[in-house]
T-cell receptor, first 114, second 112 residues
Framework: AQSVTQLGSHVSVSEGALVLLRCNYS??????LFWYVQYPNQGLQLLLK??????LVKGINGFEAEFKKSETSFHLTKPSAHMSDAAEYFC????????????FGTGTRLKVLA | DTGVSQNPRHKITKRGQNVTFRCDPI?????LYWYRQTLGQGPEFLTY????????KSRLLSDRFSAERPKGSFSTLEIQRTEQGDSAMYLC??????????FGQGTRLTVV
């Protein structure tokens, strides 16, 4: 069975500091992995996705993630945090390309300190 | 195109009442998904449609829940005899085949 674990329900960083949000997955077959961002009372916006092409995936707003099969990880990073990055971030997995029947992690709330 | 539209945005209902939510997908998107998100959790898959056909339902979708997409365009999600545990954000997403899925802003249900 598939699952996604996000370590750290809350992460605080200073403005300009590195953002690192952790995601580990469990899957018996090669997964398709996604990161979404959710602002308060809003839907989910896709940041980036891994679909078995390049292991380093670049997304919107300066975010990127690296798929590491050996570590079963797909951590999200951004070199320099901006106040507007404060939001909740969700890692998700699906087994089938093009079917958005996701299994989401529990989310990480990012706080950016001035 | 205004994106995926969900109505109402907020709904407060008394326990035991029936509620219905509507999702209007992006025009010409043939796939439509429903998710439920409770406080402090990630969204959980409920069901999905390809055109008017409901292809999959989660075991989370109890007998009190029913979803329809009668003409392959908008979809409705009905909850009968609501319970306090049904309080959640209900999210809808749509995609055209395997292209990117877009989420609506959700309907927040509060059962009192």
């Amino acid at each position: 069975a598939q699952s996604v674990t996000q370590l750290g329900s809350h992460v605080s960083v200073s403005e300009g500091a590195l953002v690192l949000l952790r995601c580990n997955y469990s899957s018996s077959v090669p997964p398709y992995l996604f990161w979404y961002v959710q602002y308060p009372n809003q839907g989910l916006q896709l940041l980036l996705k891994y679909t078995s092409a390049a292991t380093l995936v670049k997304g919107i707003n300066g975010f990127e993630a690296e798929f590491k099969k050996s570590e079963t990880s797909f951590h999200l990073t951004k070199p320099s945090a901006h106040m507007s990055d404060a939001a909740e971030y969700f890692c998700a997995v699906t087994l089938t390309s093009g079917t958005y029947k996701y299994i989401f992690g529990t989310g990480t709330r990012l706080k950016v300190l001035a | 195109d205004t994106g995926v539209s969900q109505n109402p945005r907020h709904k407060i209902t008394k326990r035991g009442q029936n509620v219905t939510f509507r999702c209007d997908p992006i025009s010409e998107h043939n796939r439509l998904y429903w998710y439920r998100q409770t406080l402090g959790q990630g969204p959980e898959f409920l069901t999905y449609f390809q055109n008017e056909a409901q292809l999959e339902k989660s075991r989370l979708l109890s007998d009190r829940f029913s979803a329809e997409r009668p003409k392959g365009s908008f979809s409705t999600l009905e909850i009968q005899r609501t319970e306090q545990g049904d309080s959640a954000m209900y999210l809808c997403a749509s995609s055209f085949a395997e292209s990117q899925a877009f989420f609506g802003q959700g309907t927040r249900l509060t059962v009192v």
